[in-house]
């Protein structure tokens, strides 16, 4: 997604390339990523003799490769792809590849500011990651959920800390997954380990384990809450990073626990993906009240419109607005504050607020193109398919990626007052 920090709010339109004219020595090119602010369009492109390279608003890396893919910028305009070279996978970074090679390579990971990239990596069937081309120390027979420190600083994944044959479920029900930060594993072992989460600060990390065939619980750090459930879903650090919050089942509802103990006293028929505001101040979770319907809840109070599915919530950065994105009848559309945008589309994309709160957009899909949408409305942003957007700092601008014909356009515009 775009980004409104260091863009040039200039009004006007521009070309980035022209991906429909690959030009003579050239096969094919994918679909273009943009770069955060706008400015650069960036795609694989596969050359006559059978490598390929990355093309940047039409110029070719230096150096090719046999094979490239998951293509994409980190936050702090990088850009980023696994490469594979006779056999060997690793990621390049602006042309550039890790010194450190792989069987295989997958997921890139970037830490908040994107000063840090994480990778997930496979060396004779041994697995774990690999932060700023340094790989862990020790690699494990499984290594999943992996997860970076919001500051880059740690990684973190659930791993397998002992081998487990065909069969053995004795030693299985006693145990062989655990949590591994920076390639230490926790000193003890359990059925099974999901869902990771780091503290703010990156020094502790919490994790959704299985102590028996029945018994679900958090583990923080190592050590599990002394209560447990028939079930849990993924726990989250508070803001301050003193306690950690998630959903937990009993009795055949779902509740939201803190620290172990009941923080909201409302149950439902699900409850996930618990989502603090940024002050701290806000908790809100996608629930369902009753058997197939969705919708929000803020601080254990639904919002009565409910849904097939609600998905993508976001809050404004000021903590006072909440929106998502909603389905009902295979329609989709945007839930703000509680009320749906009017006009439903074929599919819509997480939502997203404007930095002073004032206006809420999303990419759409309407009669088979991609399109923009503010507050409800379909903006005009000339033809093609929308890539991506970002509001201006005072939500009175739009910054629009799009690619129209094979030409990929940056464009600004202002937009109207029907904003909130």
């Given at each position: 997604m775009l980004q409104s920090h260091d863009v040039d709010w200039e009004a006007g339109e521009r070309t980035l390339a022209d991906l429909g004219r690959p030009g003579k020595g050239t096969q094919w090119v994918e679909e273009p990523r943009f770069s955060p602010d706008g400015s650069r369009a960036a795609a694989v492109a596969r050359l006559a003799d059978d490598v390929s390279t990355v093309r940047v608003n039409g110029e070719d890396w230096e150096q090719s490769f046999d094979k490239v893919w998951n293509l994409r910028f980190a936050p702090d305009g990088r850009l980023c792809a696994l490469v594979q070279q006779d056999g060997e996978w690793t990621l390049a970074v602006d042309g550039e590849p890790w010194e450190n090679t792989f069987e295989f390579a997958w997921n890139p990971l970037f830490s908040r500011d994107g000063a840090h990239i994480g990778l997930c990596v496979q060396n004779g069937m041994r697995y774990g990651l690999a932060v700023d081309d340094a790989?862990?120390?020790?690699?494990?027979?499984?290594?999943?959920?992996?997860?970076?420190?919001?500051?880059?600083?740690?990684?973190?994944?659930?791993?397998?800390?002992?081998?487990?044959?065909?069969?053995?479920?004795?030693?299985?029900?006693?145990?062989?997954?655990?949590?591994?930060?920076?390639?230490?594993?926790?000193?003890?072992?359990?059925?099974?380990?999901?869902?990771?989460?780091?503290?703010?600060d990156a020094k502790r990390l919490a994790a959704e384990v299985r102590l028996s065939l029945h018994e679900h619980t958090i583990a923080v750090d190592g050590e599990p809450w002394p209560v447990t459930f028939s079930a849990v879903w993924e726990p989250r650090f508070s803001?301050?990073?003193?306690?950690?919050?998630?959903?937990?089942?009993?009795g055949g509802k779902w509740r939201l626990a803190r620290d172990g103990q009941t923080l909201w006293n409302g149950t439902y028929v699900q409850l996930w993906h618990q989502m603090f505001s940024p002050?701290?101040?806000?908790?809100?979770?996608?629930?369902?009240?009753?058997f197939g319907q969705w919708t929000m809840a803020v601080d254990d109070r639904p919002w009565q419109a409910t849904f097939d599915v609600v998905?993508?919530?976001?809050?404004s950065a000021d903590g006072s607005r909440l929106a998502a994105a909603v389905c009902r009848g295979g329609r989709w559309t945007v839930l703000a504050d509680g009320k749906a945008w009017a006009r439903d589309f074929e599919r819509a994309w997480p939502p997203v607020f404007s930095p002073d709160g004032s206006r809420v957009g999303a990419l759409v899909e309407t009669d088979g193109r991609r399109a923009l949408a503010v507050d409800g409305e379909i903006v005009g942003t000339g033809g093609g398919d929308v890539h991506g957007f970002?509001?201006?700092?005072?939500?009175?601008?739009?910054?629009?990626n799009r690619v129209d014909d094979g030409a990929c356009i940056r464009s600004v515009q202002r937009l109207g007052n029907g904003r909130r």
């Open positions: 790989p862990w120390d020790e690699l494990f027979a499984n290594a999943n959920n992996a997860l970076l420190a919001p500051d880059g600083s740690r990684a973190a994944a659930a791993v397998q800390t002992e081998p487990l044959g065909q069969a053995e479920i004795e030693k299985f029900g006693k145990g062989v997954f655990s949590a591994a930060v920076d390639g230490v594993a926790w000193p003890r072992n359990f059925v099974n380990v999901w869902s990771l989460d780091f503290s703010p803001p301050d990073g003193k306690s950690v919050v998630a959903p937990v089942r009993s002050d701290g101040e806000r908790i809100a979770a996608v629930v369902s009240p009753r998905s993508d919530a976001v809050f970002a509001f201006s700092p005072d939500g009175q601008k739009v910054l629009v």
